[in-house]
Each structure stands twice: as C-alpha cells, then as structure tokens.
C-alpha cells in the first residue's frame, strides 16, 4: 500500500519544514560561533553588554565610584572629529571621523572630564586615533587608551 498524494504532500511540506527550521537553527548557532576580529569575547556586566572582557573588567572596576556619586559614566559616547573642531552627534556627515570610545567619564566633585578606551594590545589604528584626538579631539578633554601594561594619555594641541 503506497501514499496517497495528499500524505505524500502533507508528508513533503513537513520536510520542508523541519529542514527550514534546522537550517535557520544552523545559521543562528554559527552566528553564536562566530569569531569576532581580534578574538574578543563579549561579556555581560550587571545587565549590559560590552565588546571585550578587559572593557567589562574596566565597568566594574569604576561601578563603585559610580554607585558612591564620584563619577558618572556614559558608555560608548559618539564623537565625531573633523577639521572645522569638536562636535558630539549622532550622525555624520562625509568626510568626518566617527569614533566611539568605550567611556565618557565626568568626576562629579570636581567636574574633571575625560574619554577611556580600553585596548588588548597597540594596532596601527590606535595610534591613528590618537593622532585624530591630537588634532580635533575636544578641548581640555584627554583620550586615555589603556592597555593591560600602561595607559597612554592624548590631549588636543592648542
């Protein structure tokens, strides 16, 4: 006794299905997987996401001067560098350099400001970003790149 057509279709869409449904199952666990560029590894700190383990170390290391009043942190602020100076928006226009750095830290006692970036090791972009921060960073606003052995400090030249 063989199929009817109609068993042979309903049997065929459920196929199809199942085969759907695991290829998107496939697609998602390799996005999971994936890799990012410089090896990585996304971490949950108390509920927010960062790129890197050293970025979410660097959160908790500053979460209790947050939690007393002594600072106060935006993370991942948007700055945007071009040549006519300094300006802080969402979008941009050709020809600017976006940049978005890990902290924006404002110490509430005395209203010192200043930019973080943690880093796992020195890539040539790096030092292009400080260069670009040396030439239209902020006024009076110092970019500190820390990598796990020192901390570089870059200010805008007057």
Known sequence: MGFTWEQYCEMRERTRQAGRSQARR?????????????????TEYNGRMFDSK?????????????????????????????????????HSKRGNFIYRPDFLCRRTDSLEIWVEDVKGKLKQRDRDIAKLWRLFGPPGVPLRILYPDRTVEVLREE
């Open 26 to 42: 496939a697609a998602r666990e390799a996005r999971e997987r994936k890799r990012s560029k410089f090896r990585n590894i996304r």
């Open 54 to 90: 050293a970025e979410a170390k660097r959160a908790e290391e500053l979460a209790p001067l947050v939690s007393v009043g002594l600072l106060e942190v935006e993370y991942q602020p948007l700055f945007i560098l071009r040549r006519e100076g300094f300006v802080r928006a969402k």
